[in-house]
């Protein structure tokens, strides 16, 4: 089982050779695309929201409805096939959200050591502290989530990210 993470661009090619069954969109919303053909529409996650971290005009930030849409729609997936999270460059909305559906799946993970695999598998990763530290409160960890991202430090940021796959137990 496992989360795919990656940017747009890399999307078209990752759906064709993974065929995931499950596919999450986080881009603002004037960027927001289409089910990919052949995927099913009601297996597609699209959350229009802005790479931010507190109100900005004319911006949609992440709120608590995003990740609880998030985490209702990962709650759908039984990991058979590999589940896609992209955002615009795959650095920050889509890691976050993979490190928050990681988290779900396995309540008695160790975050900071989820975050650390997420660091080496991926060292532009920098997830939006928004999305990580809504999903900390909701999921009642304490703070432990967005000390774990806190304590990935800087990214190594490229301008387009490489695709990563993160491991993720099945509950």
């Not at 995927?39 to 507190?54: E, M």
């Not at 998030?70 to 650095?91: K, Q, S, Y």
């Amino acid at each position: 089982m496992s989360i795919i993470v990656c940017g747009l661009s890399h999307l078209p090619k990752l759906i064709a050779s993974r065929r995931p069954s499950h596919l999450v969109t986080l881009l603002d919303p004037a960027s927001m695309i289409e089910t990919p053909p052949g995927h099913d529409p009601a297996r597609h996650l699209k959350l229009g929201i802005n790479d931010i971290t507190g109100p900005a005009r004319g911006l949609v930030p992440p709120d608590e409805a995003s990740v609880n849409r998030l985490l209702d729609f990962g709650r759908t997936w039984n990991g058979e096939a590999p589940m896609i999270i992209h955002c615009w460059a795959g650095v920050s909305r889509s890691t976050a959200s993979a490190f928050i559906l990681a988290c779900e799946r396995d309540p008695e993970t160790d975050e900071t050591q989820l975050a650390g695999q997420m660091r080496k598998l991926a060292p532009h990763a920098y997830p939006n502290r928004r999305l990580v530290a809504l999903a900390d409160r909701l999921m009642g960890r304490q703070g432990r989530m967005i000390e774990a991202v806190e304590a990935m430090g800087e990214n190594d940021f490229l301008v387009d990210s490489r695709p990563f796959e993160l491991p993720v137990r099945h509950p």
